[in-house]
């Protein structure tokens, strides 16, 4: 990564090293975003429809973990794929793979704890009508999961920027590998403590122009939302 | 709808999970350093050389020497290439290593800010330089993190100067717990004084109102070794790979590669693998 | 016309439905038969919602029994329900049909020429696409009747269908409700409207706290009634 060149003049030549840096970080926290969505979505949907002793717990619970804090998570995942770990088999430290199981416990309890709310609310609107037309329980599920769906999006959306902007986790598990686990984020903090600040605020650039992408893009959704479905 | 999509999904995520390069030929293996020899560039420098001459891809996971050598006592690397003698022989008698080689050296100089609060300015022993910082109590930044450059400074205060840090310091001394360049960051934006390596310190970009205050001095010389970890204790160490980088770093075609790495024309490390004292 | 429905006659012995501590229906005994709309009236927190809900089989007796057609328990196939204020799916107008044909058990291919004759029947010709929430509140109320006869109901419930509505909207959902009737699909309704009551009902059952005050073939009810209740309702005293 050459240094003494001018924040913009990188990001506008598109200089191959923060190209791969770019590319990296949005594969891993996308990626991380899937997977959250896969487990999260049936999750708080289910919690949303179903009753049983000590939910207000669960609820809660999960609620708080949406707090949880990158670098704890970052130790945990450490703990649990480093060689000398219980998962130390899978050889899965200090690689993208890792960064995006940190990044998928990180968020999945966001996505979990957003679908909750927003089915839980769709269910109260929707559970008259929908018992009245005797429509099945796995049916009701995918009826509410269908028509909240540009909430559910924005929940998802919630989830990619908490990935995308984290360092904490990544930087544990990942290593910060130059060319290899190296993404936006842990690069900053690297360039930052080099003293190689021109290319640590073109990537801030970057990063902070994707930030407003994807906020863009949640508030176009909610708003093809509100014309589609009223 | 929903099967379709989630179809999609799946084959992706299993995709990307699959992760890496597909081709079967793909060599690599993780060495653990430290953050001054990544923050200095050398690596940037010599492991393309290295890749175009065997096809291996290092990774190098960069910490402070401790943490390094203790990444290896857990097997999450092939091989540790760090500064600090008497931390590398102790994991060597612990049998977590094979060998140590000696490989290159630089010297560590003391910088400090250019107004000179504790008047060491040009001074040739360090020795006496600490004592006098630690007289005036001028501003000290330690990194504090178990690196070689940290075990270093303290063996300075503790064994040559005759100070017991850990007792006498007080609030001039600030130990941060991280790497060179933050540390440098951290001396620049409060003025002190700060032990650093040569090589850290002529890359580095944010030197502020920062110079070298004492160099030269030969307690000041700073001696690189490395190891392979040991496939015995680690079985998944891939120790032909890690061999052969071990084999390039102290081959001459290696040692040059070392010595050919400057900034500004200013050559920041030594080849040394034939000095078998060292 | 079509035959009486399978469920019918709906059989009250003696039916108590209680919340906690509040008594909602206290011991009603009452026969729904097949033939002209029955209409439920009397006073606000009277019973008539529960009442309606529970021949709907949405809400299970506290004690006593409820029948239909005899059976003890009954799958609601050939029974529809429409709520006083419907929700509306998030889909366009034609999307929420279409749901209700989906889950009454109609094939994917019919449901689209189904769903165009019901917007159709209830007067929403042409808002097939529009977002069913964007609808006015008499057209809302006119989708959720589209709804309900999407399952081809033998008996169609009716939970005060034109209370928040205009006159325009009010004659729009009567209109329906009598040519519904005609076909031969029982109605089943409540309403605090005494003229709507008049105006459509075969036989009228008042309640009042809980318990049935009278069951009683409209026109006898208004002309003569029998109960002190019936005359003070009809007269449009308060009855507390």
Not at chain 1, 28 to 56: D, K, M, Q, Y
Not at chain 1, 177 to 194: H, P, Q, V
Not at chain 2, 14 to 40: C, R
Not at chain 3, 194 to 216: C, F, P, S, W, Y
Request: with cysteine.
């Amino acid at each position: 990564m050459s240094g003494g060149e001018s924040a913009l003049q990188l990001v506008l030549s598109g200089d191959p090293g923060l190209f791969a840096i770019v590319r990296l970080s949005l594969l891993v926290s996308l990626t991380a975003v899937l997977f959250a969505a896969l487990i999260g979505v049936p999750v708080g949907a289910l919690l949303a429809l179903t009753r049983f002793r000590g939910r207000e717990a669960v609820v809660v619970i999960l609620n708080a973990l949406m707090g949880l804090p990158p670098v704890v998570v970052g130790l945990a995942v450490f703990l649990l794929l480093s060689r000398s770990g219980p998962l130390g088999e899978w050889g899965l430290l200090f690689t993208p793979q890792a960064m995006v199981i940190a990044q998928t416990v990180l968020v999945a309890p966001i996505i979990a704890a957003l679908t909750r709310q927003t089915i839980e609310d769709l269910w109260v609107e929707y559970q008259a009508e929908l018992t009245a037309m005797d429509v099945g329980p796995l049916h009701r599920v995918f009826t509410l999961i269908w028509d909240a769906r540009f909430s559910l999006v924005t929940a998802l959306l919630a989830g990619f920027g908490r990935a995308a902007a984290e360092v904490g986790a990544i930087i544990i598990v990942g290593g910060n590998i130059d060319g290899f686990t190296r993404t936006m984020t842990t690069a900053i903090a690297l360039e930052t403590s080099k003293g190689d600040l021109p290319l640590a605020v073109g990537l801030g650039i970057v990063l902070i122009i994707i930030v407003i992408i994807i906020n863009a893009l949640a508030w176009g959704i909610r708003r093809t939302g509100e014309r589609y479905a009223g | 709808m929903f099967n379709r999509r989630m179809l999609i999904a799946a084959v992706a995520a299993a995709a990307v999970l699959s992760g890496g390069p597909v081709l079967a030929q793909y060599k690599s293996i993780v060495v653990s350093s430290t953050t001054s020899t990544q923050d200095s560039g050398l690596f940037g420098h010599i492991l393309p050389l290295f890749k175009q001459k065997t096809g291996i891809d290092v990774k190098v996971i960069a910490q402070g020497t401790g943490q390094a050598l203790d990444t290896g006592r857990r097997g999450d690397a092939d091989v540790v290439f760090v500064h600090a003698k008497s931390a590398e022989e102790k994991f060597l008698a612990e049998g977590q290593g094979v060998k140590r080689y000696p490989v290159m050296y630089n010297d560590f100089v003391l910088i400090g800010p250019k107004s000179d609060p504790a008047g060491v300015k040009g001074m040739k022993d360090i020795t006496k330089a600490l004592q006098m910082i630690k007289d005036k109590q001028a501003p000290f930044i330690s990194r504090g993190d178990r690196s070689g450059t940290h075990l270093a400074e303290l063996a300075l205060w503790n064994k040559n100067a005759g100070i017991d840090i850990e007792k006498d310091k007080g609030p001039w001394y600030k130990s941060i717990g991280q790497g060179m360049g933050a540390a440098l960051n951290t001396a620049s934006a409060s003025n002190a004084y700060v032990l650093s390596d040569r090589g850290t310190w002529i890359s580095f970009k944010n030197k502020g109102d920062l110079a070298i205050a004492v160099e030269g001095d030969k307690l000041l010389f700073n001696q690189y070794g490395v190891m392979l970890v040991n496939p015995e204790k680690h079985p998944n160490v891939k120790k032909d790979l890690g061999q052969q980088f071990i084999d390039w770093l102290v081959s001459p075609e290696g040692q040059k590669a070392i010595a050919n790495y400057k900034i500004n024309g200013e050559q920041l490390f030594y080849p040394n693998a034939d000095d078998h004292s060292a | 016309m079509r035959p009486p429905a399978l469920d019918l006659p709906i059989m009250f012995i003696d039916v108590r439905i209680t919340a906690g501590a509040v008594t909602i229906l206290d011991g009603v005994t009452l026969t729904i038969s097949p033939g002209m709309p029955t209409v439920l009236i009397g006073p606000n927190g009277a019973g008539k919602t529960t009442l309606l809900r529970a021949a709907m089989g949405l809400v299970p007796p506290s004690s006593g029994l409820v029948t239909w057609g005899g059976r003890e328990s009954s799958d609601p196939k050939h029974r529809a329900i429409m709520f006083q204020r419907p929700a509306m799916l998030r889909r366009s107008a034609g999307g929420n049909v279409r749901y209700a044909l989906a889950a009454a058990g109609m094939p994917r291919s019919k449901r689209h020429e189904r769903a165009t004759a019901l917007l159709s029947e209830v007067g929403l010709t042409g808002l097939d696409h529009r977002p069913a929430r964007r609808l006015s509140g008499g057209e809302q109320q006119r989708l959720a009747l589209a709804r309900a006869l999407a399952r081809d109901p033998g008996i169609l419930f009716l939970d005060e269908p034109t209370a928040s509505l205009d006159p325009a909207a009010t004659k729009a959902i009567e209109d329906i409700v009598r040519a519904v009737s005609a076909r031969g699909v029982k109605v089943v309704m409540c309403t605090h409207d005494l003229g709507q009551a008049k105006r459509l009902a075969g036989n009228v059952v008042l309640m009042h706290r809980g318990r049935l005050i009278e069951n009683t073939p409209a026109a006898q009810f208004f002309a003569t009634p029998r109960t002190e209740e019936a005359r003070k309702f009809v007269a449009g005293e308060l009855l507390v």
